[in-house]
């Protein structure tokens, strides 16, 4: 029994597996990030881009 609980304790795999996924997580959340500002900032040039083209027509 006590060697099980040794294996147990030095058993090291699970902790990879989560830092990969801790990684993944902090991947993700700055790919979100990316992606907000650039979104904000398309918009902002479309909304241009439109009030030019209805100021053009008129």
Do not use: P
């Amino acid at each position: 029994m006590q060697t099980f609980i040794k294996r147990f304790l030095n058993d090291q795999s699970g902790a990879t597996a989560i830092e990969y996924g801790l990684i993944a997580a902090l991947i993700a959340v700055a790919a979100i990030a990316g992606m907000g500002a650039l979104g904000t900032q398309l918009s902002g040039i479309f909304n241009r881009v439109a009030t030019t083209l209805q100021n053009a027509g008129t």
